[in-house]
Every structure is written in structure tokens, then in C-alpha cells.
């Protein structure tokens, strides 16, 4: 039930879609006239394409098999399709993950930094403005003798 709340807080595809330069036209990205945006765009919509190549040869193969096993046979879903639910994907990935940096008891730090999608974070960060009217943190946080405590409790 908490993911499908979630979800349902999200960005519609076509909106997070139209916010992403990675998306954006040859035409709207010209018309900017900056050199390091068009190499930064570029860089990353060469990444996504590997990775979009990826994530949908093996969906693809993970709903044949599935489609394999199961007796009434649904119809294949079509590449077009496929590639288009991973972009979403990679969309919220990109824009919802935050970085999560791992150090040892020393404070050295213990392999390349991580980036998760935890809803709990995006709960407290982004607040659903079908919820409160207005795009506003959900909650504030902080320390009181030694604690954390909602601020509004305090």
C-alpha cells in the first residue's frame, strides 16, 4: 500500500519528461546556445541508451519466459513500449535516487558512493501537492537531546 501511495505521488511521466534535457529536441537545445548543455545532454543520452538497451533485452526475455510458462499466452508487449517504460524508470531513478556515502569506523570512505530510490526520503523531501496544496517538505527533522523528534511534536 505505501508504494502505491507512492506512485501515485509521482510526477506524471510527460511532465518529469519535458523537465529533462536528455529529452529535449535538437531545436530547444540549440536555441540555448550553451556549448557545455549540449555535451552534457549528449553524454547522458548515450549512457541511457546503454542502459535502456539493457533493461529492455532483459525484460524482454524476463516476459517471454514468463509468457512461456502460463497458459493462456498474452500478447508481447512491443520494443517501443518496452524502451519508453525504461526511460520512465531511469527518469524517476534520476531525479528521485539520493546518494547514500558508505566510510568505515575511521571515516575513510568504503567504495563508490550509492544511489537508492527509498520512498521514505522522497516522502519527507516532496510533499504531494494533492496533499497539502503546495509542493512543501512533508515533515522537518531534527535533534533534541540526542533524539530525533518531529519538530511540530516538539
Known amino acids: 500500500k505505501g508504494r502505491e501511495m507512492w506512485q501515485s505521488m509521482l510526477p506524471d511521466e510527460d511532465i518529469l519528461r519535458a523537465s529533462l534535457p536528455v529529452h529535449w529536441g535538437e531545436e530547444i537545445v540549440g536555441s540555448t546556445k550553451c556549448t557545455a548543455l549540449e555535451l552534457a545532454i549528449d553524454s547522458a543520452y548515450f549512457a541511457r541508451a546503454t542502459a535502456v538497451f539493457t533493461l529492455t533485452d532483459e525484460l524482454k526475455q524476463v516476459l517471454e519466459d514468463n509468457n512461456d510458462q502460463k497458459e493462456d499466452k498474452k500478447e508481447k508487449i512491443a520494443t517501443a513500449d518496452l524502451e519508453r517504460k525504461c526511460h520512465d524508470a531511469l527518469d524517476i531513478v534520476q531525479t528521485r535516487a539520493c546518494r547514500v556515502e558508505r566510510a568505515t569506523e575511521d571515516g575513510a570512505q568504503w567504495g563508490p ?15 504531494s501537492s494533492r496533499i ?3 509542493g512543501s517538505a512533508n515533515a522537518e527533522f531534527g535533534v533534541e537531546n540526542e533524539q530525533m523528534c518531529d519538530m511540530h511534536e516538539a
Open 132 to 134: 497539502t496544496g503546495q
Open 113 to 127: 558512493p550509492l544511489r537508492i530510490l527509498a520512498p521514505i526520503f522522497d516522502f519527507i523531501n516532496h510533499a
